[in-house]
C-alpha cells in the first residue's frame, strides 16, 4: 500500500506552491483578524497569520471603473 502524503499543495499566484500539513484542519483568518484589528486591513492579516492562521481570506471585487476593491 502506497504511504499516504502529509502535505497539501495549494496554489499561490505570488510564489511557489504553499504546503499545508493535512494531519490538522486548515485555520484561515476570514477578513484577518477582525476581533483585533480592522478587518481587510493589512494589519488584521498579519495579526491572523502571527497568530496562528495558515493563510487569510477577504472578498475583492472590480469596480465598474476598473479599480479593484476589498469590501467589508
Known amino acids: 500500500m502506497p ?3 502529509t502535505k497539501r499543495v495549494g496554489y499561490c499566484p505570488f510564489g511557489p506552491p504553499c504546503q499545508f500539513d ?4 486548515l485555520v484561515i483568518g476570514h477578513r484577518g483578524l477582525p476581533e483585533v484589528a480592522l478587518e481587510n486591513t493589512r494589519c488584521s492579516f498579519e495579526l491572523a497569520i502571527q497568530v496562528g492562521s495558515d493563510t487569510v481570506e477577504t472578498a475583492v471585487h472590480l469596480a465598474s471603473d476598473g479599480h479593484v476593491v476589498c469590501t467589508p
Open 3 to 5: 504511504s499516504r502524503s
Open 22 to 25: 493535512v494531519k490538522r484542519p
